[in-house]
C-alpha cells in the first residue's frame, strides 16, 4: 500500500488541513534524506522524514499507512516521533525566549510600558541610570 504525503500528514494530524501539507511540501519544509518532497510522492512502511515547523525539524519514522483521518489517540499506532532531543531544547527554548514580562491577555502596552521599554532597548540605556539615586 502507498499513500500520498499530503493525505498521510493529514491523516497523522501534522497539519490541519490537506492543501497546508501539500503547500508545505511545495515549500520544502518536508524532507527525506536531505531531498525535498512533493505532495504526490508516496509514503511506504518504514520511511523516515523530517518536517520543520518554527524553529525546529521533527523526525518522523512511518509504522502503519492509512489515508484517513485518524483520531489523536491512535496516532502512535501509525507513526513514530523520533525527533533528537537537541531540536525539542530548541523548542523549548523558543518558548521561554517568548515569554515577555507581561502576562498573557493583558493587553497592549501602555505609552508608560513602551517608553520604558523603548529606553531599555536604546544603546545608551546605561548611561541614563543615576547612579548617586541608587545607593541611598
Known amino acids: 500500500m502507498e499513500v ?12 490541519k488541513t490537506r492543501s497546508i501539507a501539500a503547500d508545505a511540501c511545495k515549500n520544502g519544509r518536508i524532507t527525506m534524506n536531505g531531498v525535498q518532497l512533493k505532495p504526490s510522492r508516496t509514503f511506504h512502511i518504514g520511511d523516515t522524514f523530517n518536517v520543520r515547523k518554527g524553529p525546529i525539524t521533527y523526525t518522523y519514522r512511518v509504522l502503519q499507512l492509512t489515508e484517513n483521518r485518524l483520531g489523536a489517540k491512535l496516532v502512535p499506532e501509525y507513526i513514530q516521533d523520533i525527533t533528537a532531543p537537541e531540536q525539542l531544547e ?7 525566549a517568548g515569554q515577555s514580562g507581561r502576562d498573557k491577555g493583558t493587553g ?24 548617586d539615586d541608587e545607593e541611598a
Open 90 to 96: 530548541l523548542l523549548e527554548l523558543a518558548r521561554i
Open 108 to 131: 497592549r502596552p501602555t505609552k508608560k510600558d513602551r517608553r520604558e521599554i523603548m529606553t531599555f532597548m536604546s544603546d545608551n540605556y546605561l548611561d541614563e541610570i543615576d547612579w
Open 4 to 15: 500520498r504525503i499530503d493525505k498521510y500528514l493529514w491523516a497523522m494530524r501534522i497539519y
